[in-house]
Structures are given as C-alpha cells and as structure tokens.
C-alpha cells in the first residue's frame, strides 16, 4: 500500500491528573504537525485485555455471559481479561482468563493480533488469541465479582448473532 | 438461546471524581448480586462513537489513515468520530463524519449495530453503518486536529489487512 508520510503528534509537556488503581487520566500539551497546540488533551488509561477465540475439538466456540458495569447489560463475549503489563503478559492472561471463565486449557495459543478501541484517548490494547485442541479441567472460581455463564455455540452461527446483536463487544 | 438468569449490580451511590471537556470518571459504590459491596468502581466515560462501514459503486471501503495519539501510532481505520449524545445523533454524526473524512455522501445509512469496547469500565458505545450509493462532494474540512490519508480498499482484499495487521482498530 502506498501512502502519504502521516507526522506525529510532539508531547511538550505531560502530568497525570486523575488516579486510581484501575484507571488513570493523563493531562497532556501537545503540538500537531501544523503548528497547533492543545494545552488540554486528555488519555485515560485502563487496563490492557486479553482475549481468546477459542475453538472445541467438536468446532464450539466457548463465550460467556456477564453483567457488565460500565454499561448496565448483560452481554456475550469471548472469553477475556485485563492484565498488569508489568505482572503477567498477554499470553498468559489468555490462557488464565479462558480457564478461568470457562474451564478450557490448551497448550497453544496463536496471537491473531492486537488491536485499539478507543485510539484517540485511550491508551490500552485488546491482545486476541486463537487456542485449540481444547481440554476442560473444572476452574475454581477465584475472582469474587465474576457471576457468568459458558455458552458454548457452533462456529457456523457465530454469524448470526453477531447480525442478531446477540454479541456485542468488539 | 437457552440461558440462565444473570442479575445486575446495585448501584449504591456514584459520585463524579474527575471531569473535563472530554472524558469523566465516576467511583460508584456497587452491591453484586452475591452481596458482596464493592466501595471503589470507577466507569469512565468518553464520548460515544459512531463509525460507517461504506462502499462504493465500484465496491470499494473507504478507510483513513491518522495519527492516534492515545497508542501514539498511525492507524488505518473506517470514518468515525465522536458525538453528544444530546446536541446530534449517531447517524447524523456518521453522516457528517463519512464526509469530512473522506468527502462521500450517502442518503440512505443502515445502522447494523451498537458495540461496546470497555464495558466493565467504560460506558461509550460504538454505533455502526452501512452506507451504499455514494457521491463524492468535496469536504471543507474544519477539524484542527486532523491530519489524514484517504485510502479506499477493494472489498475483497480487506480481510488480507485486517490479517496483515494494518487494520488494527476494533
């Protein structure tokens, strides 16, 4: 692909305003290439996730159902998890949180990729794993605000709920 | 689908702990359904985002390249942009910023879903169109900020970035 050079943006000055143990929100003065300056841009930090698509031996794919805070819903998402950089890598969360949430292990995890949902003002990434040859092993629920249903569904209507907006989480 | 009951949290009081022009954070004190309270949630919000999935008559996808100074990289994403919620509506802001970006009009615009990116912690959505039939008008473009490339992709070769990585944004 051919494309134009696209400059970054210069940080001039940076200060944390806002912080908890779960999030942050920073301050920052920033210079466009142009010239302009913004004394007042903000970026939130949350947590990175992790994130599996997993896939049975009989080609299910393990989701799971929860109460969502942040949006007051209940919503059905592939298996994921926030992770502390510095703690534990994305690999390992995966593999933590599809146990975890759905009691399959597996020996390989493929990194699909690693994308941003928000990439103007937040600064956290959503690593994605595939894993297969999947075996179930019962987890002992740990996390104490984690109230959930597996819902394990054929890979060929994945589509359809997708289209349904059965699964909403991107 | 089958499912089982999964009950909401209670809120038990929310209080706003930091607030600017672009982003808030609440720390809500939260009961779960087992009882257990939790005294320090934070929700933060950002502002909603509508975004356009549009083709061309020769069944091309309009995408744009811009800086995104949250992850500090150049990112190759589909039009969108953000909007409040009480002054335009999703569709209205998709319309406007299908244009802006990359200088296509459309009449008709089919939503195809709302979706959540952060939904423990952070309350925006993402609202998603269709759009077909696209005449091009030349954008005054308005927004200071915005440094970008046009780049329309044949349909069939979209999957073949999203799996190379240049398309990396949810």
């Known amino acids: ?12 000055s940076s200060k944390i305003t806002y912080k908890t143990p779960w999030c942050s929100v ?3 003065t920033v210079q466009l290439p142009n010239g ?4 007042d841009y903000n970026v939130v930090q949350l947590r990175d996730v ?5 896939l049975t031996k009989d080609k299910k794919v393990p989701f799971v159902r929860q109460y969502r805070y942040g949006v007051n819903k209940v919503l059905l998402e592939l298996p994921a998890g926030t992770y502390i950089k510095d703690k534990e890598g994305p690999e390992e969360a995966a593999k933590r949180e599809l146990w975890e949430e759905t009691g399959y ?3 390989n995890f493929i990194k699909l990729g690693e994308v941003y ?9 959503i690593t994605i794993y595939f894993a297969e040859n999947l075996s179930y092993v019962t987890p002992d629920y740990k996390e104490v605000s984690e109230d959930i249903e597996i ?10 709920y997708i289209k349904n907006g059965e699964i909403s989480v991107a």
Chains 1, 2 share one sequence.
């Not at 992790?50 to 997993?54: D, G, I, K, N, S």
């Open 26 to 28: 920073k301050e920052d």
């Open 1 to 12: 692909m051919k494309t134009q050079k696209i400059l970054p943006w210069k940080t001039l």
């Open 36 to 39: 302009t300056i913004i004394n």
């Open 151 to 160: 819902v394990t569904l054929p890979l060929e209507e994945i589509d359809d």
């Open 50 to 54: 992790a994130m599996v698509f997993a």
């Open 117 to 125: 949902d928000y990439p103007t003002k937040d600064s956290h990434s």
């Open 105 to 107: 292990k597996a020996e």
